[in-house]
């Protein structure tokens, strides 16, 4: 179930506009468009997490992608990303369905939810540190309230490290020297926090040469899932 709390946090963070290159950057996108989605109205602002809060598993990710979730308002909807993760996680029971195109499609998340370590698109896919660190305040108030998380899967080195650094500050777990991004990687952040796994980016550079496949992924959430059957 959501909460009044979790949905006041959502509506805050589509309005924010702290981060100026990113703003410049996700509405020029919005407005420019690619050419198969001439006819489509952008989004071209902060995309919300998508799912619950009271979700066990936490999928982290690094942005949204230009033409996907930058123009359909929905994390990782719209883009081949998306489509390696969706059927992924619907073949391990977290999705009721394999595939999402828009908002208001019917897909729905069971026992997940997805959110990203910066919610607006950045140019070419990277984020400064600023911007990392600026727009860190909304996924630690998600955290906040997404208070059954027993497994983040955190997509990429980026996002996994990023979340090493989010539990340093909420007095998780973190051996020192910190872990090192590896696909497949479980790190322990200690009894009172969630366990964490690595996968790569299901990017079209990785799944395009084959750096990640679908049965790697399937690895991944398989795993995730005997971990909460266990907790």
């Not at 006041?8 to 981060?19: G, N, S, T, W």
């Not at 910066?118 to 911007?131: A, M, Q, S, T």
């Not at 690895?219 to 907790?231: I, K, P």
């Amino acid at each position: 179930m959501t909460t009044p709390e979790f949905e006041r946090l959502q509506e805050a963070l589509v309005e924010c506009r702290r981060c100026p290159r990113l703003v410049a950057w996700r509405e020029e996108v919005g407005v420019s468009k690619r050419a198969a989605f001439a006819d489509h109205d952008y989004w071209a602002r902060p995309v919300p997490m998508l799912g619950l809060p009271s979700a066990r598993l936490l999928i982290i990710g690094l942005a949204p992608g230009a033409h996907g979730s930058n123009r359909t308002g929905r994390m990782f909807t719209g883009d081949r990303s998306g489509e390696w993760l969706f059927r992924s996680l619907y073949r391990a029971g977290f999705a009721n369905r394999p595939d999402a195109i828009s908002r208001g499609d019917g897909f729905e998340l069971r026992d997940a939810a997805i959110t990203a370590i910066v919610r607006c698109v950045p140019p070419r896919n990277r984020p400064l540190p600023k911007e990392r660190d600026t727009c860190a305040e909304w996924i630690n108030r998600e955290l906040d309230l997404c208070r059954r998380v027993r497994v983040i899967v955190a997509l990429g080195g980026m996002a996994f490290d990023q979340t090493l650094r989010l539990g340093i500050g909420r007095g998780w777990r973190v051996a020192r020297p910190r872990p090192r991004f590896a696909h497949g990687i479980e790190v322990d952040l200690g009894p009172d926090a969630p366990a964490l796994i690595g996968c790569y980016h299901p990017s079209q550079q990785n799944t395009f040469t084959g750096r990640l496949t679908e049965e790697m992924l399937d690895a991944v959430f398989g795993r995730a899932a005997r971990l909460l059957r266990d907790s």
